[in-house]
């Protein structure tokens, strides 16, 4: 078994989910009492943000480098950013280390192919759904990727940063997410990317009339297969 490296911390909530995922994603391949090799580096969510809010992305990238090369130092053989946002900066902590880095817009857009899917909603933060870092990289693969009307950016980002980074699961912001994803549905989408770790919290495939895409279950199982295959 490979050791698979983990940047979390962003927000913690999610770094829990990986965890435990990692762990009962290992034990069902292998068998009981079995557990993954990890390695995990948490960084302090509220600096990056601040670092984010400013608009200062090599203060980003140097917080999440330095973390990157203390999980490889550590003995990593493939590294994870258990974050959407800051895969902002993701080649640049490729750029500085010497592992495999699973970009998670890679990941998705492999599941998304392989389901059959050529259009895609896409849920995330405001940064992520407003910028063009990951929907590009998602549109590189040959997918047309939808998000929610502007109006609605904001709903979406309070949702994560207010409720579920915090843990909490509010069932009014289920029923609106649900209502977002009808949207997208009629706007041509044929599944939806759940494109931050924390709204998986919140939404699950029973809540959707089409295929859900979790991001962090999808790069979980491709660490996995990376890490014992």
């Not at 389901?115 to 909603?121: D, F, N």
Request: one cysteine or more.
């Amino acid at each position: 078994m490979k050791t698979i490296g983990l940047v979390g911390g962003m927000s913690w909530e999610s770094s829990a989910v990986y965890y435990e995922q990692l762990n009962s994603g290992v034990e069902k391949r292998v068998g009981p009492l079995s557990s993954a090799r990890l390695v995990m580096a948490s960084v302090d969510f509220a600096e990056v943000t601040r670092l984010q809010e400013a608009e200062d992305w090599d203060g980003v990238a140097a917080v999440l480098v330095a973390a990157a090369q203390g999980v490889e130092r550590a003995g990593a053989d493939v590294l994870l950013l258990c974050t959407t946002t800051f895969h902002q900066v993701a080649e640049q902590v490729e750029a500085a280390i010497g592992i495999p880095l699973l970009h998670l817009a890679d990941v998705v857009a492999a599941a998304a192919k392989e389901a059959g899917l050529e259009e895609v909603g896409f849920l995330g933060t405001t940064f992520a759904m407003e910028r063009d870092f990951f929907i590009d990289r998602l549109s590189s693969h040959g997918l047309k990727v939808h998000v929610p009307d502007p109006d609605h950016h904001d709903t979406v980002n309070r949702i994560i940063y207010d409720e579920l980074v915090h843990g909490r699961v509010v069932t009014r912001s289920r029923r609106t997410v649900t209502g977002l994803i009808d949207e997208l549905w009629d706007a041509g989408a044929g599944g939806v990317i759940l494109g931050c770790t924390e709204l998986e919290l919140l939404i699950s495939q029973a809540d959707a009339q089409i295929p859900v895409l979790g991001c962090t279950t999808l790069h979980v199982e491709a660490a996995l297969d990376a890490a014992l295959g």
